[in-house]
T-cell receptor, first 113, second 118 residues
């Protein structure tokens, strides 16, 4: 168990809908990262937050947004969902210093039908 | 931009044998870190081993070791005494050294599916 908690584990929804994925980082970790894993794109970095502030942005679509709350949990919001958004979404956390170990949650499997 | 290449989509090894997974990367950075992550059927991403680019000594973690060739930009993973539980997808990953005080993002390769057989 990495200590990073993601909910829900599975999510099935329809095209055009909006969903929210939740991540609780390891105790004491200030930095949260979101990744998308799909068959055609592999593992892609979406966005990073550090202590509530956006720190880095990757290949995140405009239909997607994220935030990190004062209690350090993070949410990834996906809207106007398309079939191609079906993927495994991972959250990872790190201490937030120059400690470079990232610990991953078990992911949320999103299926858009 | 950094790229990570894993040229072996699938590999197979018998239990108790040794197997080496290949990884090459491309970067102009001098300060960086390299990782191997394991993703078993449970889908969890598990950190196997980490290598700091400034260290010449190859990292080892129990049965797992790396062969880090900085000039060749090569970072292979050796698994000794393979076990059935080693069956998984293995991802090589690159992280640029950070001067912002927080760890940078990971750039992943496409993965190598390893099957350990009896």
């Amino acid at each position: 168990d990495s200590g990073v908690t993601q909910t829900p584990k599975h999510l099935i929804t329809a095209t055009g809908q909006r969903v929210t994925l939740r991540c609780s980082p390891r105790s004491g970790d200030l930095s949260v990262y979101w990744y998308q894993q799909s068959l055609d794109q592999g593992l892609q970095f979406l966005i990073q937050y550090y202590n509530g502030e956006e720190r880095a942005k990757g290949n995140i679509l405009e239909r997607f947004s994220a935030q990190q709350f004062p209690d350090l949990h993070s949410e990834l919001n996906l809207s106007s969902l398309e079939l191609g958004d079906s993927a495994l979404y991972f959250c990872a956390s790190s201490v937030g210093t120059t400690n470079e170990k990232l610990f991953f949650g078990s992911g949320t499997q999103l299926s858009v039908l | 931009a950094q790229t990570v290449t894993q040229s072996q989509p699938e590999m197979s090894v018998q239990e108790a044998e040794t197997v080496t997974l290949s990884c090459t990367y491309d970067t102009s950075e001098n300060n960086y870190y390299l990782f191997w992550y394991k993703q078993p059927p449970s889908r969890q991403m598990i950190l196997v081993i980490r290598q700091e680019a400034y260290k010449q000594q190859n990292a080892t973690e129990n049965r797992f070791s790396v062969n880090f060739q900085k000039a060749a930009k090569s970072f292979s993973l050796k698994i000794s005494d393979s076990q059935l539980g080693d069956t998984a997808m293995y991802f090589c990953a690159f992280m640029r050294g950070s001067n912002t005080g927080t760890a940078s993002k990971l750039t992943f390769g496409t993965g190598t599916r390893l099957q350990v057989t009896l």
